[in-house]
């Protein structure tokens, strides 16, 4: 979805969710992200204040993209694995292919998690997207598992998968030479080697 707005010099701007996580990425990278405001996006943009609630609810939001389509596709990855796949197979491999992008777009998803990681003022508002993701996989493990998201089993099965992730992205944001999809799977496998050891 694209906005037209007038630039203040009136030309027109076309706008979208890509082009204000451009600007703002690029104002974050100058002047931090505590540093930069709504309306210094907005200005640097082109276009209103308002215009970007149009697409973000807060600045919070902006480092996070388009999270709600991110956590569709991620369901869909789920619901695309095999019905005869243990359960912890099916997680293992939807969580890597959710993690698998293209290879132009790595350099601004490293950036993006580099934000969202160590940003203090990010840790609450990541918070409630953690728990937006880990309950993407509590219920798909509870469906095949046949008990509710809320019971232990599908609830640790998220919170463990989050966890290695994120273990998986700190060892991936230290070391540009590595990929991201095998660091995420190792990962995971790490896990597994531990339960049967």
Known sequence: ???????????????????????????????????????????????????????????????????????????????????????????????????????????????RMRLILGTPELQAHSALRYAEWRAVVAEFVAERSGCAPTDLAPRVAAQVSLALALAAYDVWLADDSRVLTEVVSASLGELERYLRS
Do not use: C
């Open 1 to 111: 979805m694209a906005v037209e707005a007038r630039s203040a010099r009136g030309r027109p701007v076309v706008t979208s969710h890509g082009e204000i996580e451009r600007v703002a990425f690029r104002l974050f990278a100058v002047r931090g992200f505590t540093g930069t405001t709504l309306e210094d996006i907005a200005r640097e943009a082109g276009i209103g204040r308002r215009t970007i609630f149009r697409y973000y609810g807060s600045k919070n939001d902006i480092p996070w993209g388009q999270f709600d389509q991110t956590l569709g596709t991620f369901r869909e990855l789920l619901d695309q694995m095999p019905a005869d796949l243990p359960v912890h197979e099916a997680v293992h491999r939807a969580v890597v292919a959710f993690n698998d992008f293209p290879e132009d777009a790595m350099a601004a998803h490293r950036e």
